[in-house]
């Protein structure tokens, strides 16, 4: 790996096959994905790797619910299954430890119908998540302190497919393995500010000019502009930001415990006797970066769910902002009328799920290799269209 610090000059330097805008999740893997597969990369991130969305300590994996199978459902379960041998073999290559546990996770059942809903869904996990994962209704939890028995009236769901990792583990875990890669260069401080795809160059805020194969978006938020840019639609039609808060707390909590999930709010047990409390979906917000009182409330929720952090004094409170396509899904392929650009954002909540998956079917794209097929509904076009139907609305 070589590494540019802002203002280095690259003249002279062949284009790389792809030039990736972005060092978050997504951008990572993505690098890591590409360089494996033989491509040379040069990845360009405006601050720090994980300065986004993806600077976080929350870490759920968890699946969309077992009903009503289709092709994101589908396409989520693939990549959750996979991301265990994944990790492993990044740990393995990297000497990291991204503290990846397959923990389950707990829904309490606070109506009757709920209960209903949840044996019904009982059948449809043994279908679509075959033999391997339970989806199970119980009376009562294992523990009565998480969650609170008195907050599961009509007892409890446990899924045994939901996992969580360490965000910052798996980032460096990313990063060492980029730094192993002879073909990656990584530009940091520095701002991919125009792509042209017709001279197949790109712009950075430095005054570089570096050319590229493929170039791929992968900016978090910023991405919707930079697309919508590209393709002539108003800045804010394809996607916008939603602030979450989350905490940190030293609960001295065993590792293995489940994730407890309620109507919002996460409680993740990770490793070190931490559990990481989340967390807030705003949809306007002043400053993307403050904590407030409506964190303060999350926290209330969740002492009150998980009796076992009560008392348990909080040691880092963080706001970031999920990229949300217009469509809702991810957004993933290639960018309508740019021939060469690339998008992978809009991963919203579940990003750290499928990331590595996503990196594969854009990969695949690029080298005619195994492509895992993302749905339809992921692709540029199909939020695009899904805009222009908006605009034509308002
Ligand atoms: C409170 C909270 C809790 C969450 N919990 C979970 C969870 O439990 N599980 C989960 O899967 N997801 C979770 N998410 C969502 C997840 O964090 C995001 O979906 C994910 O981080 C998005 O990754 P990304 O790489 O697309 O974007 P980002 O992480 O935002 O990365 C984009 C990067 O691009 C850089 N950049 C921007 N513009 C440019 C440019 N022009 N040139 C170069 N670089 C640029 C930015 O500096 C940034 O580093 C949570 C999010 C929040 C806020």
């Known amino acids: 790996m070589t590494v540019a610090d802002n203002g280095a000059s690259h003249t002279g330097q062949a284009a790389p096959d792809l030039l990736i805008a972005g060092a978050g999740v997504a951008g990572l893997w993505l690098a890591v994905k590409a360089a494996r597969a033989g491509l040379s990369v040069t990845l360009v991130e405006r601050g720090n790797p994980g300065g986004g969305a993806s600077g976080g300590f929350l870490g759920a994996l968890m699946p969309h619910s077992p ?9 989520q379960f693939r990549a959750l299954v996979d991301l265990e041998t994944e990790i492993r073999q990044l740990e393995s290559e990297t000497g990291e430890y991204c503290a990846y546990r397959r923990v389950g996770r707990i829904l309490p059942l606070l ?19 075959g033999g391997r994962f339970r989806y199970e209704v119980h009376h009562t939890p294992a523990r009565s302190d998480w969650p609170n028995i008195l907050r599961a009236p009509q007892g409890i769901v446990h899924e045994t497919l939901s996992a969580r990792v360490s965000p910052p583990g798996l980032l460096a875990a990313l990063l060492h393995s980029l730094a192993l890669k002879p073909n990656f260069d990584l530009r940091l401080g520095t701002s991919v500010i125009d792509i042209n795809p017709q001279s197949k160059r790109a712009t950075l805020s430095d005054g570089a000019r570096i050319g590229f194969g493929h170039v791929a978006i992968a900016s978090g938020v910023d991405a919707f502009s930079q697309i919508a840019r590209l393709t002539g639609m108003p800045l804010n039609a394809i996607g916008s930001g939603v602030k979450g808060q989350a905490a940190l707390l030293d609960a001295k909590a065993p590792p293995d415990l489940p994730l407890v999930y309620d109507d919002g709010v996460y409680v993740i047990a990770h490793e070190n006797g931490h559990v990481a409390v989340g967390s807030t979906s705003e949809n306007t917000f002043d400053d993307p970066a403050a904590t407030d009182d409506k964190l303060d409330q999350i926290l209330k929720r969740a002492r009150k769910l998980c009796p076992l ?86």
């Open 309 to 394: 952090i009560k008392e348990a004094p909080v040691i880092r409170r963080w706001a970031g902002v999920r990229p949300r396509a217009i469509g809702r899904d991810p957004m993933l392929g290639p960018v309508p009328g740019a021939p060469g650009v690339l998008a992978m954002a809009g991963g919203f909540k579940i990003s750290f799920g499928i990331a590595h998956r996503m990196a594969d079917c854009l990969v695949a794209g690029i080298t005619g290799g195994d492509d895992p097929k993302a749905p339809q509904s992921f692709s540029v076009a199909y939020h695009l269209a899904k805009a222009a139907k908006n605009q034509t609305l308002q």
């Open 67 to 75: 009903e009503r199978w289709n092709e994101k459902k589908d396409f």
């Open 111 to 129: 109506s009757e119908r709920g209960r209903f809903t949840a044996l019904d869904r009982v059948a449809d996990a043994r279908t679509n998540w």
